[in-house]
């Protein structure tokens, strides 16, 4: 049961422009949103979060949307860069410190 | 301040050899976690620990895998016998009781042959 669903395994984008990262939950009380960031050979990285009260969180070039009604996240990431070439992990959790379920990851790479 | 740290990063075994791994969470951070991590899959959660207690270890293969944080800091995780399934990068994390934030480490890479 795939409870956090990222149904693109890799996305591919030109530098300047925007990458759309999305993800799709299935458990309704998830209320806490995070992205990480994983380069090869590191452990994922925290990149932002969003709270199940907010529909968007912004922070410099990162800005997570939810919609709850869908069960649907994204992440946004303007202007892109080539350092930004890393997979992506959408993780959801019921309250705020608890178990977080990941997705499958999505590789984003920016292409100079 | 030092991140999380994770010892080996690289072991490779034989099938039903036994293995460990080592964690040590930043200093502070009183929730320990362990993640499994497949190839091409995302991190899941084998056992989280509120300081020395297990609070949520029912992802754990019990029959094969244990875990321990006997003095609520750093942490054990042992497989014995390994199978060749086990092949993966394990992930310690930690985090502050009452965030969602979770500190990962670079992960131990295990491949059992």
């Known amino acids: 049961d795939q409870q956090v669903k990222q149904n693109s395994p890799s996305l591919s984008v030109q530098e300047g422009r925007i990458s759309i990262l999305n993800c799709d939950y299935t458990?309704?009380?998830?209320?806490?949103f995070l992205w990480y960031k994983k380069y090869p050979a590191e452990g994922p990285t925290f990149l932002i979060s969003?709270?199940?009260?907010?529909d968007k969180n912004e922070d410099g070039r990162f800005t997570v949307f939810l919609n709850k009604s869908a069960k649907h996240l994204s992440l946004h990431i303007v202007p892109s860069q080539p350092g930004d070439s890393a997979v992506y992990f959408c993780?959801?959790?019921?309250?705020?410190?608890?178990?977080?379920?990941f997705g499958e990851g999505t590789q984003l790479t920016v292409n100079p | 301040e030092a991140g999380v740290v994770q010892s080996p990063r690289y072991k490779i075994i034989e099938k039903k050899q036994p293995v460990a791994f080592w964690c040590n969470p930043i200093s502070g951070h009183n929730t320990l976690y362990w993640y499994r991590q497949n190839l091409g899959q995302g991190p899941e959660l084998l056992i989280r620990y509120e300081n020395e207690e297990a609070v949520d270890d029912s992802q754990l293969p019990k029959d094969r895998f244990s875990a321990e944080r006997l003095k609520g800091v750093d942490s054990t995780l042992k497989i014995q016998p390994a199978e060749l399934g086990d092949s993966a990068v394990y992930l310690c994390?930690?985090?502050?009781?009452?965030?969602?934030?979770?500190?990962f480490g670079e992960g131990s890479r295990l491949t059992v042959l």
């Open positions: 969003i709270s199940s009260i907010k």
């Open positions: 994390a930690s985090s502050l009781s009452n965030t969602g934030e979770l500190f």
């Open positions: 993780a959801a959790g019921e309250t705020s410190g608890s178990r977080l379920t």
């Open positions: 458990n309704s009380m998830f209320d806490y």
